[in-house]
Structures are given as structure tokens and as C-alpha cells.
């Protein structure tokens, strides 16, 4: 089975050399075989069983598990100790990372208070202890390194930002002793282990982060490390499906029975042997159904069937090799001393056979080396405003009070917004109206699995709608800052320590304990608790209380040093959003240019914010998008297909001598060996000579019958001029003689329609960019059409209903069937979904003369039930029939028979019914008008609600600081009570005219909209 997955074979394809045959084993019984099964098959020689003993008794035990071994780092040689050479010691090092750290103290707080001193002291020896201060000298060094190659480094991330010792030596940027961050949650006092720093990079300067260690400690001694990939049910029932020949839509239908996020140690072999109770326990209701479903096909003794047992038994085989996304491990030596090693065709270094846990525990040094695009996000904003307006912005040094920034996210204006651009996280936003740094540490914290049902009563204290309680007074210093509400883990750390005077140590232990339920370890810890508060005068009844909470929330409490660290490199791009909306959003439709439709996305948020983005130009775009002299967003160059950073850089280079004028003048000065035939033309279907005045998009690709487009004799004239410029004949007389090469004649032709215009943008592009065809349609989707492309994803919730669509009609493709029947494949395309659509029979007969490229089109289908096999009893997906099909153009005409005009009393002035008379006269028809005269009134109610909130598995949530690896991620509904203000109708007056008659137009449409008039159809 596996080697047919592994050739793409079928097995029923026999076994043998040569076409028509495939490779596999002679028989069933290579694999590895029981105790009992050897014992069986040697039952006439037991000597051989005997035998087989003395060999695994001269096998020596073999433990991969050493200390950690580091590189050496170079000290300057007044920091080295003359011992250390004997018996290997690192007083050295320790020597060099004190007076590094008591240097960047005195960089990082000015002066040097006793507390201050004192935290630096205690994790200096905790370090010392630990035998590792090389680990922080060799972060440190490539840190310093990267930050004068002005490669970008993040903030921190996990619980090293706790560490003083590290935001002295600029490994962090975040003040722990400012936001109450602690340093054992890093480094435990009273266990020796060793330190674990991730760093995050901009994700254009990483790779030369890598440089620059590989070429420091040699390329022999630094290597990435192996992943091993297993295959996953849904794949493993798609493979096993295509090697036993299930049809494609069989294989897609149990696939889709496979929940999309799988429990937690549950697979497919467990759900198929475990009772119905047990599955259900682990799994929502709408997955349940599902999962019985698959269980009652794999009892079934069909193909399907044999399918899903087959899939049981290959899910988790190993299925490739990858390498880790940003791991690396350093060795002292040659890594081959320490590791077996291979290679990967897509990397230069050496690869570790071992994957990351084995290298770990095998004594590597892994160092993680995290592209954050975030962080290239602020530095192309930061280049992008200094370009403009010759600003240096220090994104370190924003301040944290800033009132547009803090007002921007009470709007929920965070698309875009690192960490808080979620629907969910928006909405939360907009009710907590934060005004601290702390709140949006908080909401980071918050806002995932488990501790989101705290959201609306943080939300409520904050905004003084619930009163703020402590269990007892000494809780207000560590939770004042979350109105009461236990969020971090450092909080459960420091109150231990200050309740029950448990020491660091002890406190990290509590939190490990509680984060990982381990119910041994707590239960040890709980009567030290109670009775060491209980000695300093705290209730005891209050203090199995509050253990009894934290016992509860402790398992969700989040990492605090992470959550500010990534709250803070929010709170810049916020910054930026705020106060240089045009460059900012430059930056992140740069950071998104592979993804077009990421790109449309962030196009709309451009249109929200009234910042216009308009298409690419040779006279002012860049590679990535940037802001022009209007303040509009210029779109990149390089998010045209075919134009690659060659073309454009000689296109920006040679703009420096002024504008280019026209297509000649460009083909003059260009070199066009990097801007090739493809690029010039798909720069001219994108719209990036629209700049040149006199010419049209349609004259670039018009041919005189020649075969030749006019953009190519442009660049034939580019290329002549060139030639003739660089080979300039001397005269007789030593003078040079021009020879003046006349310019081809700009043909005279029709221009494209708008449609045909956009649709050739879209080729080049993938989106729309100087508008969307579908605009001029919207109210007859907003009318006529009641559902949107992606219900059809889902049809079992339509069946017996009609639904109505309108697109555009692409990628036709008419087909003839082996009988000789007619049938059809076409796209229908909305505003930013598509569906793919099969017609069949008479019905294809029927509408094939509206299956035209681009093609506006207005389809009816009904939904019905799937056919029924009679042999097996199976019914098949729902079906869809064909109703109608129409013109676009034709909808609002052939629909709109009525028009109702709503009309609050309060707006009904002289002026205003002169208008709207007049407006009605110019638009005389044969359409009914109706009024309804309302009179309105504000009014405040209380409802309950339930919020849907997405989780995104970010880089955010990780398995060693979040520390409760059953955690899952997803969609969560949570229950809330808001104030909601509605409009109440107190008196309502419809009014048919019995003589005024219009024509329903989009025209008269647009006028009512203008006049802020609101209306319905029909």
C-alpha cells in the first residue's frame, strides 16, 4: 500500500516490469514480525531462537542524553582567568557578561538604583549557576551584529524578556522590572537548566542573521535541523482511496467526515474502537454526527469501507522530510563529531538526522532564528515615511501614551494591527476602549481559549460597570492592573511569594504545576500554601479560595512577558496606523503582494480609511507599493506577473534623469534586456503607462496588419536608438553624426471597453484594480440575489430552495460527452468569492448562449436532493438545477416593479419634497412608488448575545510558554450581555401614489442614494 502511495500507482496494476506494470514485493511478509511469530516459523530450529539471545546480550546500551555543549566564545583577554584553561571553567565568561551587563544598566536606566542592582545580582549568579553565561554572550553577539546590519530584531519573546540581565545586554527590548516581569518564569533558582531564548528577526534580515553565525563559527559547526512529516487522516483516507480506486467524490465525502481540528490523542483508529460515549465526550455535536457516520461506513464491507480500515492502519507513517522553519544547532567542532548528519536539496548547510526534541536531549545547542513579518512591515513604514517626509521614526521609542494610538483601537480600527486584527478582537476592542499600555497587554493575554469567557467582566471593571474586588487587600498590588482578574502567570508567581512567602523557586514549581495540571504537585504545595499565609494573618478559608481559582484559571493564565512583547510591537504598528495611515498601509500591502487575496482585503480597509490606492505607474511606482506626492497608495510594480525586480529597477533608475513622457522616451532609457517583451506588456495591460497623455491602454496592442503590436516597433525603436547611441560613427572631420531614427506613429484605434480594461488587469494582477465591473450592479445583487457563492459549499441546508446569484462568467469551457450530449464548465465570479459550475442536458441547451467570457450573468438554481443508489442504498451530495439564467443588464428592468421610499417625518422640509418631485419628473415611467412616512425614536435595551471569536494558531500560542499542550484552537461562542441602542418605529404611514409612475434605473437608484434617501425594491 505505502509503495503505491509512494509511486502513484493503483494495486490493482500488477506487479512486474515495463509499462502497464508497478513495483512491489513478492509476497505479504516483509515487515517485522512478533516474539511469537519468529518463535513459530523456527519452530523446527530453536537453536536459532537461542542464538539470536547472545547477540542482543553483546549489544551495548547506548544513551544519546549529554550536557549542553556550546561554542567557544572569544572574551577579550583582560576578562580571561587563567584556572578556566585547567579544569574548564567559565569564571571568564561570567567575569565578561557582568561587565557587558553593568555597561548596558548604566545604557538602560541611567543610574543604577539598589534594586536595580540587586535583580542584575541575582540573575547574574543564577546564570553562573547554571553554567551557561556563554549562551547569552554568543546571543548577544549576533544580536549586536544584526542590529548594525539593520536587520530589524523584535522586541522579545516568551519568558526570556523576564530577564534584567538580557534587556541590559539588548537581547530584549522590553523593561521587565517596569512591567513586573520575573526572571524565574525563565531561569528557575533552584533547578539547573538550560536557558532557551527564541528571537524574532524581520523576515528579510534573518537569513543574513544566519550568514553571519554560519560564517563566525564555520559552516561544518552549524547545521538546521530534520522534521519528519506524518501523514494525517484526511490525507491518509485521499491516499489509500486513489490507490484503491474509490472514485474522487466518494474519497472527498469521507475526508470531509474527518473533523478539521482533531482532538487531542484521538485518531482514526481510536474513534473506529472506542464506545459511541467516549467519542462524544471529545468531539462538538455537528463533528459527532460526522465521525458516526465514518464509523458506520467503516463497518460496512464495501470498498469505502476497506478504504477507511486501510487509511486506519497507514495514518502516521512517515510520509517526508522537511527542515525546521527556523531552527539551527552550533557545535563546538565538527557537527559530524556530535550528529549524524544528511543534506536537503533546498539548503546549503548540513541537516541533522536527529529531529528537535532528540537534538536537544542529545546536548545540541539550538538557537531559534524567527522570521517575524511584522517587524519588515514597521521598517518598510519607517523607510516609506522617511522617503516622504525625511522623518526619522525610532519605532523603540514611540510613546506609550500616545492618545491617537490608544483611539484607534476604542474604534476597533485594527485591520492590520499585529495580534488584534480579528473580527472578535475588534468588537472587544471597541466595548474595553483601552487607555493603558496594560490593557492591551491584558486583551493579548485574554483573547484565546479558556480565559476569553473573562473578556466581558475585565471589560465591565474596566469601564466601572462591575465593582472591582480583591479576596484580600494584599492581592490589590499584583492585580490592580487587571481590575482583579487573574490574567498572567507571573501574577499567581508574586502573590505566592507574597501571601505564603514561597520563594522563586517555589513559585516557578507552582506555575508549571497549575499550568500543567499536575494534581501530585499541587496537592503537596496546597497545605504549604494555606498554612505559611495563614502564619502572616490571611484567612484560611480565603486562601482555599483563592487556590481553588487559581486551580481553575492558572491552567489558562498566559505568559506575561510574551504578551507584552508582542502587545508592544502592536502598539507601533498601531502607531504607525494612527499617524501615517497612507505609508503604513503601503507597507502591508507590500508585506502581503504574494497573497492577491490578502491584497483586496487590505484594499478595501484603504477604501474605509479614504485613502485611495491607485494602480501602478512607470513614473512613480516602486517594486512595493509606496505613497506619492498626493498621499495616495501607489501599487508595486512587482505585483504585476512577469515583472520582476530587474525590469523594475532599471525602470526606477533611469526615472531618475525625470519622468518618463512616453513609451518612446521609456524604451529610450530603459535597458531592455531586464525589461523584456513580457514585462512592457504586462506594465501596459496593468495600466502603467496610463501616465503618457495621448495614448490609450487598446493603442499599445494594436497591429497594422504586420503582426507587429505598436508596444513592440516602441521597443524595436528603444533598441535601435540605443545601438545607434552607443555606436556613434566619427565623421571624416571628427565629428560625431547622429543619425536620427524617426519614432513609430501611434496608430489611431477604439479604446477597450471599461470591462474589457479590468479584465486584462486582472490577468496581469489577479484582482481589479481601478475599480470592480460588478459596481455598476449592486442593487441588483443587493436585491435580487438572496445568497452569496459560498453557500453552495454547503448545499444540505438548501435543499427544496431556490437560490439567486449574479457574477461574471469566466473560464467557459464547452465539452461533448462520450453519448454525444453537449455539456459545460464555467466560473461564476462575485465581488471576492467564485464557484465553479457544471451544466448538463437541457439545460445546457437551454442557456449555452449566455456561457460567454465575461459574460454579466444572473443565475437561478434549485437546490435538491441527491440521487439514490439503489444497490447500496447511499443517497449522493445534493444536486443543483438550472431555473435560470439572464442577462445582468436586464435584472432591475425586468424585476424592479415597485419602488418604496422611507421617509422620517423629521426630514420632510419644503426644499427637500422639491427635490425629490423634480428627481421623479426627469425619471417618468411605468413603476409604482409607494411612501412610508415614519416617526422614529432612540431607545437603549439590554440583550443577551453570543460572539462567535476565530482564533488564529499564530506564532503567539506555543507549546513551551503556553504550557498546556491539549490546548486546541478554535472557533469559540461565547455568552454576553450588551446595551444595544435601536431605533424604535413609534408611527407608521404607507402611502401608495396612485399617479406618480417611474422607471426604476440605476441612475434614480444612485440620486436617492445621494440625497441620503433610504429605499426598497418590490
Same mark, same amino acid.
Given at each position: ?38 518463535? %513459530? ?14 547477540? +542482543? ?12 555543549? /556550546? ?28 561587565? /557587558?551587563?553593568?555597561?548596558? =544598566?548604566?545604557?538602560?536606566?541611567? #543610574? ?22 556563554? $549562551? ?22 516568551? &519568558?526570556?524578556?523576564?530577564? =534584567? ?46 550568514? $553571519? ?9 552549524? *547545521? ?39 482532538? &487531542? ?16 465526550? *471529545? ?54 563529531? $556530535? ?58 521609542? !514611540? ?66 460597570? #462591575?465593582?472591582?474586588?480583591?479576596? @484580600? ?32 523557586? #517555589? ?62 510591537? *502592536?502598539?507601533?504598528? =498601531? ?13 502591508? /500591502? ?130 535601435? !536608438? ?8 566619427? &565623421? ?24 474589457? %480594461?479590468? *479584465? ?9 484594480? &481601478? ?73 445546457? @441547451? ?11 450573468? $444572473? ?34 428592468? =425586468? ?20 427635490? /425629490?418631485?423634480?428627481? !421623479? ?17 432612540? +431607545? ?40 444595544? #441602542? ?21 441612475? @434614480? ?14
Amino acid at each position: 500500500m505505502l509503495l503505491c502511495v509512494k509511486d502513484g500507482e493503483k494495486q490493482a496494476t500488477p506487479i512486474g516490469r515495463g509499462r502497464g506494470y508497478r513495483y512491489g514485493l513478492p509476497n505479504q511478509e516483509y515487515y517485522f514480525k512478533s516474539e511469537e511469530e519468529m518463535k %513459530k516459523l523456527f519452530a523446527d530450529l530453536p537453536e536459532a531462537i537461542i542464538n539470536i539471545q547472545e547477540i +542482543i546480550d553483546k549489544v551495548e546500551g547506548y544513551s544519546l542524553y549529554r550536557d549542553v555543549l /556550546l561554542p567557544k566564545f572569544d572574551i577579550p583577554e583582560e576578562f580571561m582567568v587563567p584556572e578556566d584553561e585547567a579544569d574548564g571553567g567559565v569564571r571568564g565568561e561570567n567575569k565578561y557578561l557582568r561587565h /557587558l551587563t553593568m555597561e548596558g =544598566a548604566k545604557r538602560r536606566y541611567g #543610574e543604577i538604583t539598589e534594586s536595580i542592582q540587586e535583580r542584575l545580582d541575582f540573575e547574574l549568579l543564577t546564570i553562573s549557576n547554571s553554567g551557561y553565561p556563554g $549562551y547569552f554572550l554568543i546571543v548577544q553577539d549576533f544580536i549586536a551584529e544584526a542590529r548594525k546590519m539593520d536587520v530589524s530584531v523584535g522586541p522579545g519573546r516568551g &519568558s526570556a524578556a523576564g530577564s =534584567a540581565v538580557a534587556y541590559c545586554l539588548g537581547i530584549t527590548n522590553i523593561d521587565p522590572i517596569k512591567y513586573d516581569l520575573l526572571f524565574e518564569r525563565f531561569l528557575n533558582p533552584d533547578r539547573v537548566s538550560m536557558p532557551d531564548i527564541d528571537i524574532d528577526f524581520d523576515d528579510e534580515g534573518r537569513g543574513r542573521v544566519m550568514d $553571519y553565525v554560519i560564517n563566525k563559527y564555520g559552516q561544518k559547526q552549524v *547545521a538546521q535541523i530534520i522534521t519528519y512529516g506524518k501523514m494525517a487522516t484526511k490525507s491518509a483516507i485521499r491516499d489509500t482511496a486513489r490507490v484503491l480506486d474509490l472514485p474522487l467524490f466518494e474519497a472527498d465525502r469521507i475526508a470531509k467526515l474527518i473533523p478539521g481540528m482533531m482532538p &487531542s490523542k484521538w485518531n482514526l483508529a481510536r474513534f473506529i474502537s472506542e464506545s459511541e460515549e467516549e467519542v462524544k465526550k *471529545a468531539l462538538r455535536s455537528d463533528e459527532f454526527d460526522n465521525v458516526k457516520e465514518l464509523i458506520a461506513i467503516a463497518n460496512e464491507d464495501d470498498l469505502a469501507g476497506e478504504t477507511i480500515q486501510q487509511a486506519k492502519i497507514l495514518e502516521g507513517s512517515m510520509r517526508n522530510t522537511g527542515i525546521h522553519a527556523c531552527g539551527v544547532i552550533i557545535t563546538p567542532s565538527d557537527i559530524t563529531n $556530535y550528529v549524524p548528519v544528511t543534506t536537503a536539496k533546498d539548503s546549503d548547510l548540513y541537516v541533522t538526522q536527529f529531529d528537535n526534541s532528540v537534538a536537544e536531549s542529545a546536548g545540541l545547542l539550538k538557537m531559534d532564528f524567527l522570521g517575524l513579518k511584522t517587524l519588515t512591515l514597521i521598517k518598510d513604514t519607517v523607510k516609506l515615511v522617511k522617503y516622504r517626509t525625511g522623518i526619522d521614526l525610532d519605532p523603540d521609542n !514611540f510613546p506609550i501614551d500616545d492618545e491617537e494610538t490608544y483611539a484607534l483601537f476604542q474604534r476597533g480600527e485594527t485591520v492590520g494591527i499585529f495580534q488584534y486584527e480579528s473580527p472578535g478582537m475588534q468588537k472587544y476592542m471597541k466595548d474595553l476602549k483601552p487607555t493603558v499600555f496594560g490593557d492591551l497587554i491584558a486583551m493579548n493575554a485574554l483573547y484565546r481559549p479558556g480565559p476569553l469567557e473573562y473578556i466581558p467582566s475585565f471589560v465591565r471593571r474596566k469601564n466601572g460597570d #462591575e465593582e472591582i474586588k480583591y479576596d @484580600l487587600d494584599a492581592c490589590a498590588e499584583y492585580l490592580s492592573e487587571t481590575y482583579g482578574i487573574t490574567v498572567y502567570q507571573e501574577q499567581v508567581m508574586l502573590l505566592s511569594q507574597s501571601l505564603a512567602g514561597f520563594t522563586k523557586g #517555589e513559585a516557578d514549581v507552582l506555575r508549571k504545576a497549575m499550568g500543567k495540571k499536575q494534581k501530585d504537585v499541587l496537592d503537596k504545595m496546597k497545605p504549604k500554601f494555606v498554612e505559611q499565609a495563614a502564619a502572616k494573618g490571611h484567612d484560611a478559608k480565603i486562601l482555599e479560595k483563592i487556590w481553588k481559582d487559581w486551580e481553575a484559571f492558572a491552567s489558562y493564565a498566559f505568559n506575561k512577558s510574551h504578551s507584552t512583547c508582542y502587545a508592544w510591537i *502592536a502598539y507601533q504598528t =498601531a502607531y504607525l496606523k494612527a499617524h501615517y495611515p497612507a505609508e503604513y498601509m503601503a507597507a502591508v /500591502l507590500s508585506n502581503n503582494m504574494n497573497d492577491i487575496k490578502q491584497v483586496s482585503f487590505f484594499m478595501e480597509e484603504c477604501k474605509r480609511m479614504g485613502l485611495q490606492v491607485l494602480g501602478p505607474c512607470v513614473n512613480e511606482s516602486y517594486y512595493k507599493f509606496t505613497v506619492n506626492d498626493e498621499y495616495a497608495v501607489r501599487f508595486g510594480m512587482g505585483a504585476i506577473k512577469g515583472v520582476g525586480s530587474g525590469a523594475v529597477e532599471t525602470i526606477v533608475a533611469n526615472r531618475k534623469d525625470g519622468r518618463y513622457k512616453s513609451i518612446f522616451d521609456l524604451a529610450k532609457r530603459i535597458d531592455l534586456r531586464a525589461a523584456n517583451k513580457k514585462a512592457i506588456e504586462n506594465l501596459a495591460l496593468a495600466g502603467g503607462f496610463d501616465s503618457f497623455e495621448g495614448t490609450t491602454r487598446a493603442q499599445y496592442f494594436h497591429d497594422d496588419g504586420d503582426g507587429i503590436t505598436f508596444y513592440e516597433k516602441a521597443m524595436r525603436y528603444g533598441s535601435k !536608438f540605443q545601438e545607434n547611441e552607443n555606436s556613434s560613427q566619427v &565623421s571624416l572631420f571628427g565629428e560625431t553624426s547622429e543619425v536620427q531614427i524617426a519614432e513609430p506613429v501611434v496608430p489611431p484605434c477604439e479604446d477597450w471597453s471599461t470591462m474589457e %480594461k479590468l *479584465a486584462k488587469e486582472k490577468e496581469v494582477v489577479g484582482i481589479y484594480i &481601478s475599480g470592480h465591473p460588478l459596481d455598476d450592479f449592486r442593487f441588483e445583487m443587493k436585491y435580487f440575489c438572496n445568497a452569496r457563492l459560498e453557500a453552495l459549499k454547503s448545499m444540505n441546508e438548501y435543499v427544496g430552495k431556490n437560490l439567486n446569484f449574479a457574477g461574471i462568467i469566466n473560464n467557459v469551457q464547452h465539452r461533448v460527452a462520450k453519448n454525444g450530449k453537449g455539456w459545460a464548465v464555467f466560473n461564476l465570479e462575485g465581488y471576492d468569492e467564485s464557484y465553479e459550475f457544471k451544466i448538463f442536458g437541457e439545460e445546457y @441547451l437551454k442557456f449555452r448562449h449566455f456561457l460567454i467570457q465575461n459574460n454579466f450573468a $444572473y443565475i437561478k438554481i434549485l437546490i435538491k436532493d441527491g440521487w439514490v443508489n439503489h444497490d447500496t442504498g447511499k443517497k449522493s451530495e445534493p444536486r443543483m438545477q438550472f431555473v435560470e439564467i439572464r442577462q445582468l443588464q436586464d435584472i432591475l428592468e =425586468a424585476f424592479a416593479k415597485k419602488l418604496i421610499v422611507l421617509l422620517n417625518i423629521k426630514d420632510i422640509q419644503a426644499e427637500f419634497i422639491h427635490k /425629490l418631485s423634480h428627481l !421623479f419628473n426627469e425619471n417618468k415611467g411605468d413603476n409604482s412608488v409607494t411612501f412610508e412616512i415614519m416617526e422614529l425614536e432612540k +431607545i437603549k435595551r439590554l440583550v443577551e448575545v453570543e460572539t462567535p471569536t476565530d482564533f488564529e494558531a499564530d506564532d503567539a500560542v506555543f507549546e513551551d510558554e503556553n504550557e498546556n499542550e491539549d490546548e486546541v484552537l478554535e472557533s469559540t461562542k461565547v455568552q454576553e450581555v450588551n446595551e444595544v #441602542e435601536e431605533i424604535k418605529v413609534v408611527t407608521k404611514l404607507t402611502m401608495p401614489s396612485r399617479r406618480l409612475k417611474v422607471r426604476i434605473s440605476t441612475e @434614480l437608484l444612485q440620486e436617492l442614494e445621494k440625497m441620503q434617501i433610504n429605499f426598497k425594491l418590490n
